[in-house]
């Protein structure tokens, strides 16, 4: 297997640890969302630390990186979430959610911008069927709340999909910068979350069961998952994994309804078709007239 289908599966592998974000985040329930933030990338930076150390100088040596790329992935990282967070404060969670969701479509939207770079129509068609099963899953059927009121949510929830696409394309640029690298960022945000958290939220104290949550967010979805997705966004197939960004949402929704955290939506099973038929299409071999070259 060459390095870009190596850095492809990887995106997909961290694509696969976000689907288990909303259930963990559902079990921490109770607590202030920067204190989460800080926490989970503070076990993230925590781990990745251990490991660079247990690794000798080979292992420090793996994080350093020029500024311009922590800066990169620490305000994107930041950004993102903080941005996150707003949207879902001050606008209704589904329609938020689908507004945030347009990230993997942007991807798609920014890497054709990319030199040398052309998305094959299989995978422009592919990431639009993608994004109609995140509708249906997200919505489920239900009218959607077009309040003006909500307007400063739904505009938070547009700038985290220009945010975290963005950061996905452009670190592109520091494709030479081991994904290792990514742990300062993550303590960048964990100190960024905990100002955010002492400014604005009121420190609660987690439950046992709660403090293994948080371990575990910050070992996958937060941890492991971002590695993955800065070696995924740096050396493979972006349209595919914008493509393939679509299977978090669905996975999620499959995790929250097995752990009988929510009824399954009724259109639960077309949403899987389109996004079957959505990979599929995106995950065609290319042809000589399609993408990269």
């Known amino acids: 297997m060459d390095g870009a289908r190596v850095a492809t599966a990887s995106g997909v592998l961290a694509i696969l640890l976000w689907s288990s974000l909303a259930l963990l985040t559902v079990a ?3 607590l202030p969302p920067f204190q989460v933030l800080a926490t989970s990338f503070g076990v993230a930076a925590a781990l990745g630390l251990l490991h660079a150390a247990l690794r000798g100088r080979a292992g420090w040596a793996g994080l350093r990186q020029p500024g311009a790329a922590l800066a990169l992935s620490t305000a994107a990282l ?3 979430h903080a941005l996150y ?3 879902l404060k001050r606008a209704p969670a589904v329609e938020a959610n689908l507004l945030n969701y347009l990230w993997p479509l942007l991807i798609v939207v920014f890497a054709g ?6 998305i094959r129509a299989g ?5 639009l069927l993608g994004l109609a099963a995140a509708v249906l899953l ?7 709340d ?8 739904y505009l938070a929830a547009l700038a985290a999909a220009v945010v975290w696409a963005g950061y996905s394309v452009l670190n592109r640029r520091h494709a030479q910068v081991p ?9 960048g945000v964990a100190l960024l979350g905990a100002l955010a958290h002492l400014l604005f939220e009121r420190t609660v104290a987690p439950t046992p069961a709660q403090w293994l949550w948080l371990g575990l967010m910050g070992l996958g979805p937060v941890g492991i998952a971002f590695q993955l997705w800065d070696a995924g966004t740096k050396r493979g197939d972006l349209a595919l994994l914008g493509t393939l960004s679509y299977l978090a949402p669905l996975l999620s929704t499959v995790l929250l309804g097995l752990s009988g955290r929510v009824q399954p939506p009724p259109l639960q099973a077309v949403a899987l078709a389109l996004l079957l038929a959505g990979a599929w299409l995106g995950a065609r071999p290319q042809s000589a007239a399609s993408a990269s070259r």
Not at 113 to 118: C, E, F, S, T, V
Not at 123 to 127: D, E, I, K, M
Not at 179 to 187: F, G, L, N
């Open 146 to 153: 077009a309040d003006p009121a909500h307007l400063p949510g």
């Open 138 to 144: 997200l919505a489920g059927g239900r009218r959607l």
């Open 28 to 30: 921490t329930a109770g």
């Open 85 to 87: 967070f707003v949207a």
């Open 123 to 127: 995978q422009w068609l592919g990431t």
């Open 78 to 80: 930041f950004g993102y």
């Open 179 to 187: 994904s290792t690298a990514i742990v300062p960022a993550c303590a």
């Open 113 to 118: 911008l990319l030199p040398g770079m052309r």
